[in-house]
Structure formats: structure tokens, C-alpha cells
């Protein structure tokens, strides 16, 4: 469990904190997704829950452990899966084997249980096969699994995901929330800051942060039928709420409209 306890932090120079007295607490085995518009907090709230950085006051703790503690960084690291949005940032490796081993690698992992994380992070992401690629030959749906792949090489019980599908097309984007269900579905938990409420619409719940602080934290279809809180936020829903808020103004039963699938099984019933 990842828990924030009244965590403030402040860049340098920065006139407002980015985050402000922050209390949230991410289980195990969830999906969470973060929102927010631009300069919400988002980005700072995934660094500080691996202790890529600090709070200013406060603090985070990993499984207990507090991610201000040098004695226990690389084991907060270890828990905690950090991809971040470009992953041309994250890649080091000449060959994909070579960048999923690299983080293990680095923990002096024995070869022989080395061998088997970076076949099981690959297989996890669907690369098997692609062991001797060079990375900048993949696609950019590829990149992105790959360094999913090199944070699960390091056996994290949760992944934090930057804005992992803002740069990807409808494609790779499906991949990698294919990705992220397969691993949420085998127990790893899932924090997703992202923009895009449609991919939101996957998480159990969404927490929506604004100018630092937590503005909304709750399940997600009550997050998109509160329209002043959206409103506030800037956020518009998604293409497919819009859609299932209609059919039910025409008198269409919809319960709840996670994907498209979901209006399909209302509409035409199996």
C-alpha cells in the first residue's frame, strides 16, 4: 500500500506548492486512475510514490516504509514501478533483453533468476520474440510495453504510469491498457495519471487533483455525472458517457458504461 499522509511539495522557486496537504491512501491489487489539467499535481504525485522525489512536508510511505528513508530506497523502488510518458526516456538498453535486465541487473539479481524476470516481464507485455530488437526499432505502442517491461522486471507489487498512452495512436494505446488489465487482473496494483477520462473509465477509482489538492476522490461514473465538479476541474466527459447519457434520455436502460461493449450488451442484449 502506497499512503500519503499531508504530503506538500514545492519546486524551487515555485511560488505555490505543487501539491498541498495531500492525504490518500492506494491499495494493493487496485486501479486508480489521477486527473487533473495541466500543472494539477499529477506528475509530482507519481514521482513522489517511489521516491524519485521527496516531500516538502509530510510524508509517503511504501508498505510502511518512508520513501525520505535512504536505507530503504531501493526497495521502495523495487515495490514501486515508475513508466514514465516518453519512453525513449527510460530506455537504456542496446537490445530490448538488455533493458529489461538492466534494473534487476543492477540489484545483483542472480543470472539464473535474471534470465527468468526478463522472460516473464516480456511475456507479460506481450514481446516474447522481440529479445534481440533493437528498441528503436519498435513501434511507439512497443516502446512503451517494453519499458512496462522494465519496470516489472523488478517484481513491483504496484506500477505508477505517467501519462503512458499520450503519445500513442488508437493502436498502441490499446495495447497498453490490454497490458495494464492483464497485470491488474494478476494482482499488481495500477496508478494511471492520465488526461483522458476514457481510459479513466477502466480504474475502479479516480482521484482528481486541482492546483495540488485532492478535489474529488470516488468511483469514476459519479465523478462524470457530477457536473459542477467536472466543470471546475476543466475536464469534459468522454466521448462514450456522452453517448450512453443520451440513449438514456431516449429511454435506453444503461446502467453503466465502462466500454463500448458494455452499450452494445444494453442495446442488444446476448
Not at 84 to 100: A, F, H, M
Not at 101 to 130: I, K, M, Q, S, W
Not at 217 to 222: F, Q, R
Amino acid at each position: 500500500m502506497i499512503v500519503f499522509e499531508d504530503v506538500t511539495y514545492s519546486y524551487p522557486a515555485a511560488d505555490v506548492p505543487a501539491l498541498d496537504r495531500v492525504s490518500v491512501a492506494l491499495a494493493h491489487g487496485s486501479w486508480t486512475a489521477v486527473v487533473g489539467a495541466n500543472g494539477s499535481g499529477k506528475s509530482t504525485l507519481a514521482r513522489l510514490a517511489n521516491g524519485l522525489l521527496l516531500p516538502s512536508a509530510g510524508r509517503v510511505l511504501v508498505d510502511g516504509m518512508d520513501t525520505a528513508d535512504e536505507g530503504h530506497a531501493w526497495e521502495v523502488r523495487s515495490s514501486v514501478g515508475l513508466v514514465l510518458q516518453n519512453p525513449d526516456n527510460q530506455i537504456v538498453g542496446t537490445v530490448v533483453e538488455e533493458d529489461v535486465a538492466f534494473g534487476p541487473e543492477n540489484l545483483g539479481v542472480p543470472r539464473e533468476e535474471l534470465r527468468l524476470r526478463v522472460d516473464g516481464a516480456l511475456a507479460a507485455v506481450g514481446l516474447t520474440g522481440l529479445e534481440r530488437r533493437e528498441p528503436h526499432l519498435l513501434s511507439e505502442g512497443q516502446k512503451q510495453r517494453l519499458a512496462i517491461a522494465g519496470a516489472l522486471a523488478m517484481k513491483p507489487g504496484c506500477l505508477v504510469l505517467d501519462e503512458p498512452t499520450a503519445m500513442l495512436d488508437v493502436e498502441g494505446r490499446g495495447e497498453v491498457l490490454a497490458v495494464l488489465a492483464e497485470l491488474r487482473s494478476a494482482g499488481t496494483a495500477i496508478i494511471d495519471i492520465t488526461h483522458d477520462l476514457a481510459e479513466a473509465l477502466c480504474a475502479q477509482r479516480v482521484i482528481a487533483l486541482d492546483h495540488g489538492r485532492v478535489a474529488y476522490d470516488g468511483p469514476v461514473p459519479e465523478l462524470l455525472a457530477n457536473e459542477g465538479v467536472m466543470c471546475s476541474l476543466g475536464l469534459e466527459p468522454p466521448p462514450l458517457f456522452r453517448l450512453a447519457a443520451a440513449l438514456r434520455a431516449r429511454g435506453f436502460a444503461i446502467a453503466e458504461a465502462r466500454s463500448a461493449e458494455d452499450v452494445v450488451e444494453a442495446l442488444w442484449p446476448s
